[in-house]
């Protein structure tokens, strides 16, 4: 059971959460997607001990690794260790975690039929108490250090990975559903929407202080797609997980929507309930300021594999990064993820660049 959000440690770092409604900070807030990763040596210890999945669903092991770059970085936030694709998992989807190959459904859904072999959305949040256990256990575990990040797949990122069952650099399975079968695309997408709602909130009963929603697969959609098969769904989201936490009589908690390869949406995303645009390493910042307007906090977005380069040349880059975004309504990452090849000691130098160009 979730513990009272009282009797969390008090938080010491709320750098993060106050960018993200817009406060004043001392410096710019910096965390990294993938921040807990095959990059640190520590994790790969970890990693060869168990599965994947196993790792997902033994909340010690997740709150270890969750921890990892806390121990190694002053970052400001941890985001939970997991994966996007625990929702299909408890949608009755079984998803495997290969190596080399990244995750594979061996069962994709290869029609409107296959529907009907999905489980019930309200049953989800149940079967993904793990998730909320590895939750309260790093908020406590964390001491305050810094604030916990929680997160889900949008619901046509999944319904994509649903379809193809691996990943795809067109997508066009999933694509030809939207185009061939609209009513059912929209039936799957509101089951994931469903099941994602309860399991965001559940996440913020279990002591997420932030929510993020990953739309990972926004690249493949035009405007016109984006419009008919994310926005809504994205919208839903952010609405009713605020009215219903409202409703528990719990603190309304920042939430961020990272629509990858999305630059032709910015400007409607900018006009939802979620506090925060995540902007991938394509976009320019002062553009999507202009598209996504003053009254939210933007999020990215140097090229990760910046990190390659020398600390000298990190330097450099981000703190061009960081004029062009300036120091309020920001929070500083990556365009994407961590890669597995990555030196440790480059992004403790991304963190520091960070800290060092944004000081006041």
């Not at 990190?307 to 990064?321: E, F, G, H, R």
Request: aromatic fraction near 8%; include cysteine.
């Amino acid at each position: 059971m979730a513990e009272k959000k009282s009797e969390f440690p008090a938080l010491k770092n709320d750098r993060l959460l106050r960018a993200a409604r817009g406060e004043s900070v001392d410096k710019v807030p910096v965390w990294a997607m993938r921040q807990a990763g095959r990059y640190l040596p520590e994790f790969r210890e970890v990693r060869a001990q168990y599965d994947f999945f196993t790792m997902c669903r033994t909340p010690e092991v997740a709150c270890q690794v969750t921890l990892q770059p806390l121990d190694r970085f002053p970052l400001d936030a941890a985001i939970i260790f997991s994966d996007i694709l625990v929702v299909p998992q408890a949608l009755g989807m079984e998803v495997q975690m290969k190596p080399g190959e990244g995750p594979v459904f061996p069962s994709p859904l290869s029609g409107p039929e296959d529907l009907d072999r999905l489980c019930n959305p309200k049953d989800v949040c149940a079967k993904l108490q793990y998730v909320f256990d590895a939750i309260t256990l790093t908020r406590h575990k964390l001491d305050g250090r810094a604030p916990l990040i929680g997160f889900c797949g949008a619901p046509w990122t999944i319904m994509a990975y649903m379809i193809e069952g691996k990943g795809s650099k067109t997508m066009s399975n999933a694509k030809c559903w939207l185009y061939r079968h609209p009513e059912a695309s929209h039936r799957l997408l509101k089951t994931i929407t469903d099941a994602t709602i309860a399991y965001l909130v559940g996440q913020v009963k279990a002591g997420a202080q932030l929510l993020q929603v990953f739309e990972s697969h926004a690249e493949h959609l035009g405007p016109n797609l984006f419009q008919e098969f994310s926005l809504p769904y994205l919208k839903r989201i952010c609405d009713e997980v605020k009215d219903q936490v409202a409703a528990l009589d719990l603190q309304d908690i920042p939430m961020t929507v990272f629509p990858k390869g999305g630059h032709f949406a910015l400007r409607e995303l900018g006009r939802l309930r979620y506090e925060v645009v995540g902007i991938d390493w394509t976009v320019d910042p002062i553009l999507a300021r202009q598209l996504v307007g003053p009254n939210k906090t933007l999020q990215g977005n140097l090229d990760p594999c910046a990190l390659y380069a020398d600390p000298i040349q990190i330097d450099s880059s981000v703190k061009d990064m960081v004029e062009k975004f300036g120091c309020e309504r920001y929070i500083a990452n990556l365009g994407h993820g961590m890669y597995p090849d990555m030196d440790p000691r480059h992004l403790a130098a991304f963190v520091e660049a960070v800290h060092t160009h944004s000081t006041k």
